[in-house]
């Protein structure tokens, strides 16, 4: 036991040299781990080698960021009456610009020239100047001047007798024969009658696009509705939704609710119509032509 005891103590027991070095040894080691944390170990001829390889790429960056600020988006031909905001936006317009364009639109009123867009936008005069030349307008407003010198080399010395025909029975050659209207806008007359089957109020003429008032007024003093047996009806109590919702007056909101009504309060009638959640009120005389209850 006791032997064991002394060899414990030989092993804990130390002179003063030893426990110095012991100390300094430690120390050391203190030492070796705070360089190692500390010390940036980084081989600086890899960071050279890096920072010269971008640097040699940097001619090529600034260059792509040239052509990205000088880059120019392909501008196609289009109607300005039919602006988006997201369109409205691409083109420079600023948001107020852009909303007195819809809200003139919402008037059911149009542009017909680039002096008229910017009267109504409040565009910069260097900004119509670079968006003007894409505008495309309906044939009848290019083709405006063209027809007024044609009209004007007209003889008035003689009275002609004006003939009002039936624009269901009216042809294309009969169509463009008014002042204003060309070979696109009675095609668009044609075929929205096709639609209809036929038209049973000339009122219909400020539905179709592309056709001012003058020429309106033009078309409702050369033309009557007078034939009106090959209109398409729909049964208003019998359709369904989809059926509904193919009627030319017809959205598919409107064919539901028309349906939702029809299910709540049993078969619709004409005085029910106003009753119906966003119905056209306004155009009731002439849907109800197409209607059977």
Not at 62 to 73: E, F, G
Not at 109 to 120: D, M, T
């Amino acid at each position: 036991m006791e032997t064991n005891d002394s060899i414990v103590k030989s092993f804990l027991t130390y002179s003063k040299s030893q426990r110095i070095g012991i100390l300094l040894f430690f120390g050391i080691i203190i030492l070796v781990q705070g360089i190692y944390f500390f010390y940036d170990f980084t081989n600086k001829k890899t960071i050279d080698k890096e920072q010269s390889k971008w640097l040699a790429l940097q001619s090529t960056v600034d260059s792509l960021k040239l052509d990205n600020k000088n880059y120019k988006p392909t501008i196609y031909p289009f109607n300005p009456n039919f602006i988006t905001d997201f369109k409205g936006y691409k083109l420079g317009m600023s948001v107020e610009e852009i909303d007195r364009l819809l809200a003139y639109r919402k008037q059911n009123k149009f542009v017909n020239s680039a002096a008229e867009f910017q009267a109504v936008t409040k565009v910069s005069d260097s900004l119509l100047k670079a968006i003007s030349p894409y505008f495309k307008f309906p044939d009848w407003v290019k083709n405006k001047k063209s027809s007024f010198q044609t009209f004007a080399k007209k003889d008035f010395s003689k009275p002609s007798t004006i003939v009002v025909l039936d624009i269901n029975q009216a042809t294309k050659e009969d169509l463009m024969k008014i002042y204003g209207i060309g070979d696109k806008i009675s095609d668009r007359i044609l075929e929205q009658k096709e639609k209809y089957g036929a038209f049973v109020s000339m009122e219909q003429m400020d539905d179709i696009w592309g056709l001012s008032p003058e020429v309106i007024e033009k078309l409702k003093g050369s033309f009557v509705v007078k034939s009106t047996s090959n209109c398409k009806k729909i049964n208003i109590n019998n359709a369904t939704v989809k059926e509904l919702a193919q009627f030319p007056f017809f959205r598919y909101q409107l064919a539901k609710d028309i349906v939702i009504y029809r299910t709540m309060n049993g078969d619709i009638t004409i005085e029910d119509l106003p009753k119906i959640k966003g119905f056209p009120s306004e155009k009731i005389k002439i849907i109800a032509v197409y209607l059977e209850f």
